[in-house]
Nanobody
Framework: QKQLVESGGGLVQPGGSMILSCLAS????????MAWFRQAPGKEREGVSC???????HYVDSVKGRFTISRDNAKGTVYLQMNSLKTEDTAVYYC???????????????????WGQGTQVTVSS
């Protein structure tokens, strides 16, 4: 059974940094495109960043230059390094497997994806 578990969320001040991790079990990451999504209170879930099996990446415009997605297939883990955090980055962050990693986040979701349970990131002073 495919499973994703996120970790690393918490409270951080504006301008600070945080790294999220997504540990996969029940399957090998090697051949899957992975992504991070987020959902803020009262808003729809949005794609943040994706990484394909060859480590090619895409980002939503609002995080370009601040967030970096990476993967370590040997460890079965995907990371999201978040720098220069803003209050508007506050959300529950979800990891997802088997996405369609296209330039636009609109095309990332498909019915065969696997989702993690999410981790809360709060950016506040």
């Amino acid at each position: 059974q495919k499973q994703l578990v996120e970790s690393g969320g918490g409270l951080v001040q504006p301008g600070g940094s945080m790294i999220l991790s997504c540990l996969a079990s029940g399957f090998s990451l090697d051949y899957y495109a992975m992504a991070w999504f987020r959902q803020a209170p009262g808003k729809e879930r949005e794609g943040v960043s994706c990484i394909n099996s060859r480590a090619g990446t895409h980002y939503v415009d609002s995080v370009k230059g601040r967030f970096t997605i990476s993967r370590d297939n040997a460890k079965g883990t995907v990371y999201l390094q978040m720098n220069s955090l803003k209050t508007e980055d506050t959300a529950v962050y979800y990891c997802a497997a088997n996405v369609d990693c296209a330039p636009s986040p609109i095309g990332w979701i498909n019915p065969d994806m696997t989702w993690g349970q999410g981790t809360q990131v709060t950016v506040s002073s």
